[in-house]
């Protein structure tokens, strides 16, 4: 990150189901409204041109690229993204709360390619000042997109299989056991929504004030 006094950036990572979205929304208001933090919410795949063309490719049912194109697509998507949205947000001096970022692509994308590949195209992608892993079991966490689908009837995607949901919650396993490709915190996921919350919130003001101290001495 620049060291800009006021931008902090966070992103929030697990498996599918795991309530990374959920909770990306509740701690925007909390940050909004307890300790007054300008906000700046967003997710990955992006709103932008790449992220978009992304998200119709990840729906079961189209023609998907394989996964080395879809693996430079996200990490074009990253950059556009970093550069567009979350950089000029942080030298604004806002909290971005990203949904999903780097790590997703090196737990995602390694299923399909060589994983040193994968943390090489997204070299350039600054690694967030807090990144968290909201971890949940696999069976609960597709027990919970399986139950979505079908009261919103929302289509399934490309990941949402019991067995490449296993393989994914490993890799998180994995990459939080390396605290590699940079720091990992573990948030419990079956906290409960309000008390992964607290969590998220007391780590957030935690570390966004010791950040805040440094910049001032
Ligand atoms: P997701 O956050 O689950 O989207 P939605 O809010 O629409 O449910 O992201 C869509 C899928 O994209 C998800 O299965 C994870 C996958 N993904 C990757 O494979 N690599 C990445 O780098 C990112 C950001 C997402």
């Known amino acids: 990150m620049d060291g800009s006094r006021g931008g902090f950036f966070i992103a929030l990572e697990g498996i599918d189901g795991s309530g990374t979205s959920t909770q990306t929304r509740k701690l925007a208001s909390r940050l909004l409204e307890e300790v007054g ?10 709103r932008g041109p790449i992220g978009r063309m992304i998200r119709e490719q ?13 693996a430079l697509l996200f990490a074009a998507d990253r950059l556009d993204h970093y550069r567009r949205e979350i950089e000029p947000a942080l030298r604004d001096g806002c909290v971005v709360i990203s949904d999903r970022y780097v790590l997703s692509s090196l737990v995602y994308q390694s299923l399909e390619c060589d994983p040193t590949w994968v943390e090489t195209i997204n070299s350039r992608a600054p690694w967030p000042d807090l990144c968290v892993l909201v971890d949940l079991p696999w069976e609960t966490a ?10 919103d009837g929302g289509e399934k995607e490309r990941y949402d299989e019991p067995d490449l949901q296993r393989r994914l919650a490993e890799g998180y396993q994995r990459a939080r056991d390396a605290q590699r490709p940079g720091p990992i915190v573990t948030v419990d996921g079956g906290l409960g929504i309000g008390a992964v919350t607290d969590e998220l919130f007391r780590l957030c003001t935690t570390q966004l004030a010791a950040r805040r101290a440094r910049a001032d001495s």
């Open 37 to 46: 933090e300008r906000v700046h919410e967003t997710c990955e795949p992006s």
């Open 58 to 70: 990840l729906s079961a049912g189209s023609a998907a690229f394989d996964g080395q194109t879809l």
């Open 142 to 151: 597709l027990d919970r997109v399986n139950r979505r689908l079908a009261s």
